[in-house]
């Protein structure tokens, strides 16, 4: 991947709130690199949602409508103990 990619990424990650600013930039910068495609994939689609989702989702307050998007919110809040 680009470093041209990354910054997307880096900037995709870039939220409403400093917390998921947090959250999914430490996703992004030591997960993604050693992610499998579809993790990438599932990653990328993920920070399509909105803010207020990511966040009921990622404090265990939502149900994640995907399992590989849980996947992922599970560890970033295992990671981050949330």
Known sequence: MS???MDRLRWRCRRGT???DV???WWLEQRYPQASEEARKAFEDL???QDPDLWD???GRGKVPRPDWQAIVDDIRAHHRL
């Open 57 to 59: 989702w990622t404090i």
């Open 18 to 20: 400093r917390e998921l």
């Open 47 to 49: 920070l399509g949602a």
């Open 23 to 25: 959250l999914y930039g």
């Open 3 to 5: 470093e041209t990619q």
